[in-house]
Structure formats: structure tokens, C-alpha cells
């Protein structure tokens, strides 16, 4: 059963409607501040809360103190049904574009970007806090982005996601536009009755069905990741830049470490005390004049060179890294509270996988993890999924050897890249990581290209399904994950080259541009099918672990407390996710009983997605009270 939320014109309307899609009873009225009451009373019913957009809903009702068990998220919904290739022929599918197409997520309001979006003399990316290459979710005309690379707040160059042209929209700014009041006609309950129409009409409405419960569940998980926060000492962060950079500086000087380092980088070429090391053009201008001979600043490129500017500028990226990505300013605003809130965004990625609008929580460096410490009396638990696309791949493809290479071996977990090595297919660790990537991400040079022929012969099935899925993408079709999110199309322009290819009068260089376009967008293809049923298998070890969490119920009367709000300071909760990784604050009572709940969440991940293939989804977990410690 599901119950609608929407916001009616003298209050909150809920609406009950059956798992067809039918009307269950008359429509009521509640006065906005009664929600977080109707709601806790209604939860022991096994309703699903069915809204537009959980972070317009979610995070009010958690501030009340009321956690909610299902719900299913509308905009995230749409947005797979419209595109999937299993419900292509679906009335929701072949409609023409609503005002459902156009809604783009929001953060969590009351946090720094949603607080940054609404002050008018300010934008995201106005300050250097926002200019960090903080990624929001893919464009809304379907391109696909994956490869795309974005260089993010650590500065590593990651894959990442084009972020949507014209910006996340502020609640109130989506709200006047007609997108949540019905003021163009929009009805969430008539939105539901098409959305699940839709399933039951596809062409495989068990894996769709699937698909949407856990994105909505990551959707809920986000919001509450937020509300809890993840623990955050100031003074071990304040100590950590002050061992790093010297003192707190003035506004508008460098730290001491930091000007130092300038001053070294101007006297090794000989430049004057103006050049502004910050500037990029002006410092490869001066160096190039002193002779460096460097074309870039890209840290490999100057590993190369051979000239007394190189070692202080490398320092100094690497601390101006630190200084403008999780300096004292990135502090002030994420952190101010001892509790890291970020801004998640689920679905952001093309591929499914989550993005962020601020604060690099999905690129989180080791050198400030150390300020990362449980409450009193509480402890983290973190696990992460080892090799996880490999392991998604092999079992995509049913590949039975490939899947036996990473099955664990007497109650220990395998490494699979040394258990490819065992088969024989290669010689080495390094060659079985480098060619099952270059499998994965379309490598064609170098050791990869030297290797993968071999893991061909040997894994046959999994090297058929990822070139399957690349020549797919190479003709200009989609491809789509285990359980059912598609790939967008390439769009108009890459068509307009392919099509200027066949002219005539086409140059070597068109054929050649189209060529290249082809083959990019192949490599995009083969890793979609890939990455995203990882997100799909991520998202269902969330969604359980979630719910094995609750179970677990309260820590006893004479224990300590945590520093987390209700309804999360006496339970154990999700308070970091990073792909193939989730942290657990967890009261130091029930570490091991969380322990256990997350290792068996991941394998009813890997059977709620293949079923009874024999592929095992090992963990590495550790117990610590610093998220610094997790990893040796």
C-alpha cells in the first residue's frame, strides 16, 4: 500500500493508493505540522510513503524525531522508467516530456549549497568552497557523461559526471515553478498510477521493481546520512592544517607553509615577487621563460623534468590541495557542529551511482581522516567491497571461472586478481588488474592491450559481454544494467559527425573526428553495464544494511549515548558511503553484531541481483574508533 504525500493549497494531502495503482480511500487534509505525527502513527502499517523528491519530505520528518521504513521517490523513479529499454513501450515511456523530466535534485535544505543557492548575491561555485569541481546531477537532455573526466576537490582527475547546465534549483525556486504545487498540472498520485503501470507493462517488472525500491532506499539513506552526520573533531582538523600549512591565516593571505613555498618557486626561475603561483598561466609563462620546459602542471608531467622549481612546486600543489579543498574555510562550513553533513546526490551519475553537491564528501582525502573520530563510547564500523566490478562482471556474464578465480577458499576471502593469476591466464597480480580494467574501461594500449586477448581465451563469456556492450554503444544503441537502468543515447551532435563521416566530399580528419567518437563512446558503453550493476548491487547492500540496523533496536538504558540527533543517538547508523564503501557509527556494544549484519547484507546484495550464481561479494571490515585506522 502505498500513501501519497503533496502539498495541497490548506495543508498536506495523503492519499492511499493500492500497488496497482488504484484509489484505496478518500484523500485527507492534515495541517503541515501534523505530518511527522500521521506518518510515526501509520509506519507499523507497512506503507510505502510515495513524494516527489525525498529531500523535500524526509529531512522535516527526521528533525521530528521519525525515521520511515519504505518510501518510493518519484523523480528518481521517472527518470529510470523513462529511459529503460524494459519499459520502452510503456505509455510513461512513449508520452512526451512533463514537468517530471524537468525536476532536478535539490540538497538537503538548510546545508551550505542549498544556503549558498538562495542568498541572491551568491551562486554555487561563487566562492572557492564551490569551485572545487563538485559534481550535481547529469544533464537533463540525456547526455551521458562518463567519459567525461572532472578533476575533483582532491584534485585525482576521477571519472565524474557533467554536472546539469543551468545548476540545482533551491526548494523554494523549484516550488515557485510549478514543479511541487500542481501548478502546471503536476499530481503525484497520477504520477504513481502511470509509474507503476509502467512496471507491470515492462518487459521485466520484477527487475524494475527491484531497481526503484532501492534507489528510493538510497534515497532515504542519503537524507539520513545527513541528518546524523558523520562525526567530525574540529580541533584534530585545526591540528592537522596547522601541522600541515602553519597557523590560521588572516582572510586574504596565504598560510606560512604556503607563501614560503611561493617564495622558493619565484627564486628558482628567477621570477619577480608578484607572480601569483595561483594563477596557472602567469607560473607556465615564467617557467617557461627560465627554461623548465614543462607543458603542463600536471603532476606527471613534472615528475619528469629536471629543474630546482619542481620540488617546491609539487609541494605546493600538494598543500594547496589540502588548503583550498579542507582548509579551515571547507571546516567553518561543513563541519562547523562536529558533524561532516554531506549533500549526496542519488542517481547523479549517468551510471547510477551517487555525486555530491558540496563538500567532497565522495572524495574524502586520508590526510584529514584522522579527524573523523566516534563519540565516547562509540566506535565506526567500515567495510568495502573488494574488486566489486570484476565480481559484477563475472557474474553479468555467468562466467562460472571467472567467478571461481575471487570465491573465497576456506572461510578466507580471495584476492581475484591473484586468483585470475592462479588460472593461468597471466603471470602476475599487477597484469590480471591492469587487463580486467582494460577490459572494463576499453584499454587498448600498452599492458592492457598485451593481456586482454589472454583473459578472452580464459574468461570468454565476461571480455564477450563488456566488447558486446562496446559495439552496442559504437552503432548508437543503448545498453542497460542487470536491473534495468539504460544508457542515454548519444545525442545529436555525435549522430551529426557519424552521419558527415559518410558524405562524399568527408575529409580525412572528419572520418578520423567520427571514428574517435565512436570509439569513446564504446568505451562509455562497455563500463555502464559494469559500473552501474555495482551501483545496483551497492544500493541493495545500503538498502539491507539500513534495515538490519534498525533491527538491531536500541542500545541498553546504562549505555552511553551518541552525539548523533534522535532518532539515531541510541541505534547504530549508516554515516558515510563511498561506492563499494559504507561507515557505521555504531555504539562499541554492538560493533560485531554490526559487524556481522553488514557482511550478510552484502551477500543478500549479490542474491537479490544474480540469484544463486556462485559469486561471492567478499568484505574487508574493521572496527575503529578512527576512520584514519580503517586501512593500513
Same mark, same amino acid.
Given at each position: ?36 505525527? %500521521? ?16 529531500? #523535500? ?29 524494459? @519499459?520502452?513501450?510503456? +505509455? ?12 532536478? &535534485? ?31 546531477? /547529469? $544533464? ?18 576521477? &571519472? ?55 534507489? @528510493? +532506499? ?20 585545526? %591540528? ?30 628567477? +621570477? ?8 596557472? /598561466? ?32 609539487? %609541494? ?9 579543498? #579542507? ?33 567532497? +564528501? ?27 566490478? /570484476? ?33 593461468? $591466464? ?40 563488456? %566488447? ?25 551532435? *555525435? $549522430? ?40 545496483? *548491487?551497492?544500493?541493495? *547492500? ?91
Amino acid at each position: 500500500m502505498h500513501t501519497v504525500i503533496s502539498r495541497e493549497s490548506s495543508g498536506i494531502g495523503l492519499r492511499p493508493v493500492s500497488d496497482s495503482g488504484a484509489p484505496a480511500g478518500e484523500t485527507r487534509v492534515i495541517d503541515t505540522g501534523d505530518l511527522a505525527h %500521521e506518518v510515526a502513527a501509520e509506519e507499523s502499517s507497512q506503507v510505502r510513503w510515495t513524494w516527489d523528491d525525498t529531500n #523535500n519530505w524526509y529531512p522535516a520528518l527526521l528533525a521530528d524525531g521519525v525515521r520511515v521504513d519504505r518510501a518510493h521517490d518519484l523523480r528518481l523513479a521517472h527518470a529510470v522508467l523513462r529511459a529503460s529499454v524494459l @519499459s520502452a513501450h510503456t +505509455a510513461l515511456a512513449e508520452a512526451g516530456p512533463t514537468a517530471w523530466d524537468r525536476l532536478a &535534485p535539490v540538497p538537503p535544505p538548510g546545508g551550505p549549497t542549498a544556503a549558498a543557492m538562495t542568498r541572491p548575491d551568491r551562486h554555487p561555485g561563487s566562492e572557492p568552497l564551490f569551485d572545487l569541481g563538485e559534481i550535481t546531477a /547529469p $544533464a537533463p537532455s540525456g547526455r551521458a557523461t562518463g567519459s567525461r573526466r572532472h578533476p575533483g576537490p582532491g584534485g585525482t582527475g576521477e &571519472p565524474d559526471e557533467r554536472p546539469d547546465p543551468d545548476g540545482p534549483r533551491s526548494h523554494d525556486a523549484r516550488l515557485d515553478a510549478g514543479g511541487r504545487t500542481g501548478g502546471d498540472g503536476l499530481d503525484p498520485a497520477a504520477e504513481l498510477t502511470a509509474q507503476l503501470l509502467a512496471i507491470k507493462d515492462s518487459t521485466e517488472p520484477g527487475r524494475l521493481r527491484l531497481l526503484l525500491a532501492a534507489e @528510493s +532506499a538510497g534515497a532515504l539513506a542519503a537524507a539520513e546520512m545527513h541528518h546524523a552526520g558523520l562525526p567530525w573533531r574540529g580541533d584534530i582538523h585545526d %591540528e592537522i592544517l596547522t601541522d600541515a600549512l602553519g597557523p590560521r591565516p588572516r582572510p586574504g593571505a596565504r598560510p606560512a607553509k604556503l607563501e614560503a613555498l611561493a617564495n622558493r618557486i619565484r627564486e628558482a626561475i628567477d +621570477a619577480p615577487p608578484t607572480l601569483n603561483p595561483d594563477s596557472h /598561466p602567469d607560473l607556465l609563462r615564467a617557467m617557461e621563460y627560465a627554461g623548465v620546459g614543462a607543458r603542463s602542471l600536471r603532476k606527471w608531467e613534472l615528475e619528469k623534468l629536471d629543474h630546482p622549481v619542481i620540488a617546491p612546486l609539487l %609541494e605546493y600543489k600538494g598543500l594547496y590541495r589540502l588548503y583550498t579543498a #579542507n582548509g579551515w574555510n571547507w571546516l567553518d562550513t561543513w563541519a562547523p557542529d562536529g558533524r561532516f553533513r554531506m549533500e549526496y546526490v542519488v542517481g547523479g551519475v549517468v551510471t547510477g551511482r551517487w555525486a555530491s553537491t558540496g563538500g567532497g +564528501a565522495l572524495q574524502l582525502p586520508h590526510n584529514v581522516r584522522r579527524a573523523v573520530t566516534a563519540d565516547p563510547g562509540w566506535t565506526f564500523v567500515v567495510a568495502d567491497a573488494a574488486q566489486l566490478e /570484476p565480481r559484477v562482471l563475472a557474474a553479468l556474464a555467468r562466467d562460472e571461472r571467472m567467478a571461481a578465480a575471487g570465491r573465497s577458499k576456506d572461510g578466507a576471502n580471495t584476492d581475484m586478481y591473484a586468483g585470475i593469476v592462479a588460472t593461468g $591466464a597471466v603471470d602476475s597480480r599487477e597484469h590480471a588488474k591492469v587487463g580486467m580494467l582494460g577490459a572494463m574501461y576499453g584499454g587498448t594500449t600498452g599492458v592492457s592491450a598485451q593481456v586482454l586477448p589472454r583473459l578472452a581465451r580464459a574468461f570468454p563469456q565476461a571480455i564477450d559481454l563488456v %566488447e558486446r556492450a562496446a559495439r552496442a554503444g559504437e552503432r548508437g544503441e543503448k545498453v542497460t544494467t542487470r536491473l534495468g537502468r539504460s544508457s542515454p543515447l548519444p545525442g545529436n551532435s *555525435w $549522430a551529426a559527425v557519424q552521419g558527415s563521416a559518410f558524405d562524399e566530399d568527408a575529409g580525412a580528419d572528419v572520418q578520423s573526428r567520427a571514428r574517435s567518437q565512436t570509439r569513446s563512446w564504446g568505451r562509455f558503453t562497455r563500463n555502464f553495464v559494469v559500473q552501474g550493476t555495482a551501483a545496483e *548491487w551497492a544500493l541493495c *547492500w545500503i538498502a539491507s544494511i539500513r534495515r538490519r540496523l534498525w533491527a538491531l533496536g536500541e542500545i541498553p538504558a546504562d549505555a552511553a549515548p551518541g552525539l548523533a540527533p534522535a532518532p539515531f543517538d541510541s541505534r547504530p547508523h549508516l554515516v558515510f558511503f563511498l561506492h563499494d564503501e559504507v561507515v557505521v557509527h555504531a555504539p562499541a556494544a554492538l560493533a560485531e553484531a554490526v559487524a556481522h549484519e553488514v557482511r550478510a547484507a552484502a551477500a543478500e546484495a549479490g542474491r537479490l541481483l544474480f540469484g544463486d550464481f556462485p559469486v561471492d561479494f567478499p568484505l574487508s571490515v574493521a572496527v575503529t574508533e578512527s576512520y584514519a585506522d580503517a586501512k593500513g
